[in-house]
């Protein structure tokens, strides 16, 4: 069985302070790695990819990827009450076509 | 812009009904998925397909099946429905099979069985 773990939180971040998320996987065959955001009701909205070793910055957004470790991870600088939301880890393998996913972390950022 | 649309947002269906969900994307993906998600248990896989008529089972097919005559449509049957799967199902398409192909998601359809 594949896994893809998170913390399921609440983290919570006072507005304007950088939110830290985790999430470890299992397969070392995974090569694509996306973080999605996904407000109470609605449906997943894909936010950052990430598919090397290192950082990717996207706005307030960084992924940072570790590979040796198993290692994801989403930064939220400057974080917004509007950032409160479950954020999912999706995982995928070359020879997959599927993503597997984290069950999530809730974020709380309070004003 | 990527659309990917569900046909209904919400359901009440009774328990033993065929229930069918569809859902239409509009960007010639070759693959389509169906999750459904519910709490603590996070999104989980049940069907997809990756080219017009072909389909693998997911994580959790018992109780489904599922249709793909067009490429564009990828439909989800609960053959005889039932209170366990009330759930908020969840449909998504890709580009085609490789590393750098991420998924993007329909509303979501909240099913309840009665």
């Known amino acids: 069985q594949k896994e893809v773990e998170q913390n399921s939180g609440p983290l919570s971040v006072p507005e304007g302070a950088i939110a830290s998320l985790n999430c470890t996987y299992s397969?070392?065959?995974?090569?694509?790695f996306f973080w999605y955001r996904q407000y109470s009701g609605k449906s997943p909205e894909l936010i950052m990819s990430?598919?090397?070793?290192g950082d990717k910055e996207d706005g307030r957004f960084t992924a940072q990827l570790n590979k040796a470790s198993q290692y994801v991870s989403l930064l939220i600088r400057d974080s917004q009450p509007s950032d409160s939301a479950t954020y999912l880890c999706?995982?995928?393998?070359?020879?997959?076509?599927?993503?597997?996913f984290g069950k999530g972390t809730s974020l709380l950022v309070t004003p | 812009d990527v659309k990917v649309t569900q046909s209904s947002r919400y359901l009440v269906k009774r328990t033993g009904e065929k229930v069918f969900l569809e859902c239409v994307q509009d960007m010639d993906h070759e693959n389509m998925f169906w999750y459904r998600q519910d709490p603590g248990l996070g999104l989980r896989l049940i069907y997809f397909s990756y080219d017009v008529k072909m389909k693998e089972k997911g994580d959790i097919p018992e109780g489904y099946s599922v249709s793909r005559e067009k490429k564009e449509r990828f439909s989800l049957i609960l053959e005889s429905a039932s209170t366990n799967q009330t759930s908020m199902y969840l449909c998504a398409s890709s580009l085609f099979l490789g590393a750098n192909t991420e998924a993007f998601f329909g509303q979501g359809t909240r099913l309840t069985v009665v």
């Open positions: 990430i598919y090397s070793n």
């Open positions: 397969d070392r065959g995974s090569q694509s």
């Open positions: 999706a995982v995928k393998a070359d020879s997959g076509y599927a993503l597997n």
